[in-house]
């Protein structure tokens, strides 16, 4: 395991770069957490490892405002987000033994996914979004968002969820992000898992993506909740079953 930090800007991306056995040369896959997580969460752990038992090398990395990565999460939007997922991407592009790339993101990490891959068509053999909260920005479009409901005309300067605060340009830039654009003008290969039972994201996104993309499967597990808590195992299987079937 390599950890180091990439930068974007004025700060620095937390990340750790972990091999598959043995490789010189392989694909690398990207992994992004979600809304207030980190690198070593459980889910996120074990989607790596199982992406380094397929034979891809795994980037892992914690974006703006989360984990040991720069920024305050009170000001961290999904804009930051994005510039730093596109310096990631930029920064794996560098790498001499990176054979392709993969973009793997779990709940907002998943709708960076979708957003990203949208925006570099062109970059990814396939994307991974996990439990991909991809209602944020219709969420924040209504009103109704970390559980709580909110004028979307009169944003708060400021919102509370649960002992976080979260500055209201979260929502500000939320609500102009419309994630169908970014759907269709991405072709390539994608494998979505979400369980049934995510107390987090309604399962119907889920389906809505896996029947908007072009070349899409969707692996729902059962009974399981947001971050994967029962069924871990299915949702790495699904991972590593669709890593090993890229060519
Ligand atoms: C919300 C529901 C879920 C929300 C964010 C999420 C900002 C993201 C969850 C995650 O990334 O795990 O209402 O509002």
Known sequence: MQEFFIPCDEIRLHAKLDMPEGAEKCPLTIVIHGFTGHMEERHIVAAAKAMNEAGAATLRVEMYGHGQSGGRFEDHTLYKWVTGALAVVDYAKTLDFVTGLYLCGHSQGGLLTMLVAGMKRGDFKAIIPLSPAW????????????????????????????????NGNYIRVAQTIHVEDEIRRYNGPVLIVQGDADEAVPLEYARRAAELYADAELVVVPGDTHCFD????????????FLMRQS
């Open 135 to 166: 209602m944020i920005p219709d969420g924040a479009r209504e009103g109704n968002l970390l559980g709580q409901g909110f004028d979307p005309l009169h944003i708060p300067d400021m919102l509370e969820s649960g002992e976080r605060k979260l």
């Open 230 to 241: 029962h069924h871990l195992e299915m949702m790495t299987g699904a991972v590593k079953d």
